[in-house]
Nanobody, 120 residues
Framework: QVQLVEVGGGLVQAGDSLRLSCAAS????????MGWFRQAPGKEREFVAG????????YYADDAKGRFTISRDNAKNTVYLQMNSLKPEDTAVYYC?????????????WGQGTQVTVSS
């Protein structure tokens, strides 16, 4: 089992930046690729960004490219999502997730989510 806890959400204005953190505990953190997902009200959950166990590979949803950066610190068992130039449409609950496979369609472990609200 892997336990994931996200922090860092909040209310910001359009154009602001925010950094989300996700702390992992349980099984060996470096066994897992990590991903960030989000779910806006009335919409399905969608992929935002993913990072391999080593941090050497990352990939992003088109809307996140150039604005968001995913990173991880394996010594701290933590993955981050730096979000810049935030837009109102980025408003959602953001979840981190872990899986053996970076490109998995169904990540195995999920956090409880953190709310990000971007006002115009």
């Amino acid at each position: 089992q892997v336990q994931l806890v996200e922090v860092g959400g909040g209310l910001v204005q359009a154009g602001d930046s925010l950094r989300l953190s996700c702390a992992a505990s349980g099984r060996t953190f470096t066994s897992y690729a990590m991903g960030w997902f989000r779910q806006a009200p009335g919409k399905e959950r969608e992929f935002v960004a993913g990072i391999s166990w080593s941090g050497g590979n990352t990939y992003y949803a088109d809307d996140a490219k150039g604005r968001f950066t995913i990173s991880r610190d394996n010594a701290k068992n933590t993955v981050y999502l730096q979000m810049n130039s935030l837009k109102p449409e980025d408003t959602a609950v953001y979840y981190c997730a872990a899986d053996i496979n970076l490109y998995s369609d169904y990540y195995d472990y999920w956090g409880q989510g953190t709310q990000v609200t971007v006002s115009s």
